[in-house]
Antibody, heavy 118, light 110 residues
Framework: QLQLQESGSGLVKPSQTLSLTCAVSGGSISSGGYSWSWIRQPPGKGLEWIGYIYHSGSTYYNPSLKSRVTISVDRSKNQFSLKLSSVTAADTAVYYC??????????WGQGTLVTVSS | QSALTQPASVSGSPGQSITISCTGTSSDVGGYNYVSWYQQHPGKAPKLMIYEVSNRPSGVPDRFSGSKSGNTASLTISGLQAEDEADYYCSSYTSSSTWVFGGGTKLTVL
């Protein structure tokens, strides 16, 4: 059974780059048909899709974040990553990684809180 | 892209049925049968409840059902139980090859 686990810095200074990694276990990140997503949730607010990367390497990003987001895959480590540059307090959120074999998100990681503060 | 529109809150008594709507446009909900629904309990990660408008993943009770008409999708929970109290989010694929979520609906079981 596929399982995902986020890791990374929980505190980032304004204007710096947020970096998170999602480790995939129970399956290969290179499996055909899978896409790998990042989704975030500001405290007390709803879910916001950030972007995803296909097993082929193609990436798609939320237009509102596109200029600041990079999602990449490290097949040797069976993980994928998120980088969000020039962060502000508005980027404070719980960040989730999720996998998908179709047009849905499942499974999800447990989420990791990232706070942007000096 | 704009978030899909959901009611902020709904409520029902145990045993009753409730429906949560999710309204988008012809570029997302209305254009594809790629609507999914997620249940989120406080402090937990979202859980897939419905995919491709009306399909239930293994393990999801058949009390949960989904449908779509035009640009509006709906999640119906019948025979409400206390453990159904949670936040619910819809999501849809879009014509831009992106995804969009609804604002979320808080379900209260009275």
């Amino acid at each position: 059974q596929l399982q995902l686990q986020e890791s990374g810095s929980g505190l980032v200074k304004p204007s710096q780059t947020l970096s998170l990694t999602c480790a995939v276990s129970g399956g290969s990140i290179s499996s055909g048909g899978y896409s790998w997503s990042w989704i975030r949730q500001p405290p007390g607010k709803g879910l916001e899709w950030i972007g995803y990367i296909y097993h082929s390497g193609s990436t798609y990003y939320n237009p509102s974040l596109k200029s600041r987001v990079t999602i990449s895959v490290d097949r040797s480590k069976n993980q994928f990553s998120l980088k969000l540059s020039s962060v502000t307090a508005a980027d404070t959120a719980v960040y989730y990684c999720a996998g998908a074999t179709g047009p849905w998100f499942d499974p999800w990681g447990q989420g990791t809180l990232v706070t942007v503060s000096s | 892209q704009s978030a899909l529109t959901q009611p902020a809150s709904v409520s029902g008594s145990p045993g009753q049925s409730i429906t949560i709507s999710c309204t988008g446009t012809s570029s997302d909900v209305g254009g594809y049968n790629y609507v999914s629904w997620y249940q989120q309990h406080p402090g937990k990660a979202p859980k897939l409840m419905i995919y491709e408008v009306s399909n239930r993943p293994s393990g999801v009770p058949d009390r949960f059902s989904g449908s779509k008409s035009g640009n509006t999708a709906s999640l119906t929970i019948s025979g409400l139980q206390a453990e159904d109290e949670a936040d619910y989010y819809c999501s849809s694929y879009t014509s831009s090859s992106t995804w969009v979520f609804g604002g979320g609906t808080k379900l209260t079981v009275l």
